[in-house]
Nanobody, 124 residues
């Protein structure tokens, strides 16, 4: 059974940094696309960053230059380094896995498995 467990969320002031982690189990981790998504209250879930099995990445325009997605295949952990955080980055952040090895996508429909989320709150 696929399990994705996020951690690392918290409360920070604008301009600060956080690193989110997503621990994966139950499937061949290194061979699939992974992504980070977020959902603010009253808004739809949106794609933030994605990485495929080859290490190629894609970012939402709103986070380019501030967020970095990476993964450690040996540890089966997906990371999201978030720098220069803004109040508009406040949301629940979710890790997701897709049963394909390539084909970057920030669409929620392209992913098969989801974690339970970790809250990020950025104050001004």
């Amino acid at each position: 059974q696929v399990q994705l467990v996020e951690s690392g969320g918290g409360s920070v002031q604008a301009g600060g940094s956080l690193r989110l982690s997503c621990s994966a189990s139950g499937y061949r981790y290194s061979g699939y696309c992974m992504g980070w998504f977020r959902q603010a209250p009253g808004k739809e879930r949106e794609g933030v960053a994605t990485i495929d099995s080859f290490g190629s990445t894609q970012y939402a325009d709103s986070v380019k230059g501030r967020f970095t997605i990476s993964k450690d295949n040996a540890k089966r952990i997906l990371y999201l380094q978030m720098n220069s955080l803004k109040p508009e980055d406040t949301a629940m952040y979710y890790c997701a896995a897709a049963l394909r090895s390539y084909g970057l996508s920030l669409s929620t429909s392209a992913y098969n498995y989801w974690g339970q989320g970790t809250q990020v709150t950025v104050s001004s």
